[in-house]
């Protein structure tokens, strides 16, 4: 049955891909023969190509940051708060773009893509990719799209990680960067949750070494293990408290045994099931490894503001009082980087109780702060 597609959504779309054919050398030392990303577009390019934004998603997800693919779908795209005509991301002023990162799993190349020497999927001999691989791949979309310049590279999380990346790397094609929820390196603790969560794919008996789409089976026991691990740190102690407490599900009395007993177990056990149908356990490996590699500052013996030397773009930083995974103490070292530069930086700490989760929510002064700086791009970009 048709869903009423809501006023302010950028409607029904319908993801495009380009494909690559020359040989991409990759940080790892290594070479992809030839590669395919998919996106997708919302809003009109203007006549001058200066309203273009690019969105970097995070860990889980993908080129589908808003509006919907069909008219049955009941779950728009993952930023649909944010992207859209009269949204801070206002796609009535900016053509937005949203990527699929290489090495993860709808539709860009990645492990469950055919190796072309072997005939058959990569797995686990696909190249290590990192953030900066991933940055040059959509430094590579913008040249396909005919952009010069982005008005902002904007990204959450690992999105966060891409746009410094950006600004770093490519600074003569990006006027602003919208960090949000970021940090500008994983702590020891981060690439602690990371390695058991791949310990949980790699040790399940389905994993194969990687091999497992020759087996016509998945690793769905590690796979929904990593993500209950992920979903956990991704939430704060008082939005667990607030959404489950310590209900018992459907009011029951304990049962004595092992079977989900509290809501919070029932609420992890579905979010690790239903993960498990829509991503590749594959594709986790290789993301969270290049979650662990991010640490510009490692070229420049720690120095954070050394990295930043090359950079030129305006920022927005923005982090979240209750995101223990990536917490506001990390945002504020990249301020204090930026600053030390010299370079133009807006920081704005968010009060929220959801968490790392809190990016992708619609909490009102999150919504206000960027959607008011995003204003001000459009006016300086004539959009």
Known sequence: MPVEIPEHSVGLVTPRSVAFNAP??????????????????????????SNAILLCHALSGDHHAAGYHHPEERKPGWWEHLVGPGKPIDTSR???????????????????SINPETGTPWGLDFPMVTVRDWVQTQAQLADHLGIDCWAAVVGGSLGGMQ???????????????????????LTAQNIAFNEVARQAIMTDPDFHGGRYYAQNTKPRRGLALARMIGHITYLSDDAMRKKFGRDTRGGKAFSFGFDVDFEVESYLRHQGSSFVE??????????TKALDYFDPAAAHEGNLAAAFAPATAQFLVISFTSDWRFSPARSREIVQALYTRNLQVTYAEIASHQGHDSFLLPIPQYVEVLGAYLARVADEVGA
């Open 24 to 49: 991409l050398l990759l940080e790892c030392g290594r070479t992809l023969p030839a590669y395919t990303l998919v996106y997708e577009c919302y809003g009109a390019l203007n006549a001058a190509r």
């Open 94 to 112: 900016f053509f937005v773009v949203c990527a699929n990162l290489i090495g993860s799993c709808k539709g860009s190349t990645g492990p469950a």
């Open 163 to 185: 746009v410094m990346q950006w600004a770093m790397d490519l600074p003569d094609r990006l006027r602003h960067a919208v960090v949000i929820a970021a940090a500008p390196r």
């Open 278 to 287: 829509r991503f590749d356990a594959n594709s986790y490996l290789y993301i």
